[in-house]
């Protein structure tokens, strides 16, 4: 299975973005599907995450601001970014799976900017 991120990008503060993961090879629903981060120095969290009967659970630091879905119609799963902040600046990756991982994607850059 490969996992393919798109929509990454550079935004200013409280600006808006979209991104989304191709699965390629299996079906998008049938594993948790998750969103993790990684800033420089750091280490890597998970951001949010869609369990494969479709509950969703989102990192302190994101509730209210990002959404994650799942789109069986063309086997993706996105993550709607608003209202960024600076510290929202990583490498945003995508992963199937949950305890353990199975796949990773090769991630795709957010840097927001003042």
């Known amino acids: 299975v490969q996992l393919v991120e798109s929509g990454g990008g550079s935004v200013q503060v409280g600006g808006s973005l979209t991104l989304s993961c191709l699965v390629i090879g299996g079906r998008v629903s049938a594993l948790g599907m998750g969103w993790h981060r990684q800033a420089p120095g750091k280490e890597r969290e998970l951001v949010a995450f869609v369990s494969y009967l479709g509950a969703t659970h989102y990192a302190d630091s994101v509730k209210g601001r990002f959404g994650i879905s799942r789109h069986e119609e063309n086997n993706t799963v996105s993550l709607q970014m608003n209202n960024l902040k600076l510290e929202d600046t990583a490498m945003y990756f995508c992963?199937?799976?949950?305890?353990?991982?199975?796949?990773w994607g090769q991630g795709t850059q957010v840097t927001v900017s003042s």
């Open positions: 992963a199937r799976g949950a305890g353990p991982i199975k796949d």
